[in-house]
């Protein structure tokens, strides 16, 4: 039975699945689907991911787009974002063995084929912007290029340092400078478009009277992985400890 329902998975082109996959495709009781997958993780045909996501072992030699579809579907809803979004838009060179992926709940993070999976928790005002993207057999939800530089920016331990958010944003083909403050406003958070602004403006755009009532009068740090100890730019209320 087992070798029927490896075949029959792989034509659907299943290759993540629960248990209740398996009742409903092949309409079995909850008791048999229980002990199918005993017997299937014994052989070594399937991997236990997490608690009801089980992965074919068939399917181990996986493709970026297929650790993609597998870490946006571990959780629901869930997105890829950070320098792994950055990375798929190619508006980074940089590389990262991690694959971060945005929810709304605390998720452990766990290693598939030398490749973390991070989940990082969100609020739900920043949980937004996100899209489906299909690649030939894979299907996973990424940020929009905004949103992933945005979550960046609020979070940039997750996208490689400042310098990658930048050359980030400067490698966008057109920066839609109102989509940026639309998103940035919706996420509440001053620092993300002190930081935003001050970028943009390094780029000739300038949004300072559209959020100048939104970053507040307190000064913060650019660059938050670095120590306070730089300039102090009095229109962002920036303390300026990394030159771009």
């Known amino acids: 039975m087992q070798t029927k329902i490896i075949k029959k998975l792989?034509?659907?082109?299943?290759?993540?699945?629960?248990?209740?996959?398996?009742?409903r495709v092949f309409n079995l009781s909850r008791g048999q689907s229980y002990n199918v997958l005993c017997q299937m993780q014994k052989q070594g045909l399937?991997?236990?991911?997490?608690?009801?996501?089980?992965?074919?072992?068939?399917?181990?030699?996986?493709?970026?787009?297929?650790?993609?579809?597998?870490?946006?579907?571990?959780?629901?809803?869930?997105?890829?974002?950070?320098?792994s979004a950055l990375s798929f838009y190619q508006l980074t060179d940089q590389l990262s063995k991690t694959v971060f992926i945005a929810t709304v709940i605390s998720k452990p993070k766990f290693i598939l084929q030398n490749t973390t999976l991070q989940f990082v928790k969100l609020s739900k005002n920043s949980f937004f912007g996100y899209r489906k993207e299909q690649n030939q057999e894979d299907e996973f939800f990424i940020a929009e290029p905004e949103k992933a530089i945005?979550?960046?920016?609020?979070?940039?331990?997750?996208?490689?340092?400042?310098?990658?958010i930048f050359e980030a944003l400067n490698n966008l083909k057109s920066i839609d400078s109102q989509k940026f403050i639309e998103y940035g406003l919706k996420m509440r958070a001053k620092i993300l478009l002190k930081r935003l602004?001050?970028?943009?403006?390094?780029?000739?755009?300038?949004?300072?009277s559209q959020i100048k009532n939104k970053i507040g009068a307190s000064y913060t740090p650019l660059d938050p992985a670095r120590n306070r100890l730089g300039s102090y730019n009095k229109k962002w209320k920036l303390i300026i400890n990394f030159e771009l």
């Open 197 to 208: 602004g001050f970028l943009l403006e390094k780029l000739d755009i300038d949004i300072y």
């Open 150 to 164: 945005l979550d960046c920016l609020f979070l940039s331990r997750y996208s490689g340092g400042l310098s990658v």
């Open 46 to 83: 399937i991997h236990n991911l997490q608690k009801g996501k089980y992965l074919l072992t068939e399917f181990d030699t996986l493709n970026k787009y297929s650790i993609y579809t597998i870490a946006s579907n571990l959780y629901h809803p869930s997105y890829i974002s950070f320098i």
């Open 10 to 23: 792989k034509e659907l082109n299943i290759f993540l699945f629960t248990p209740q996959d398996l009742r």
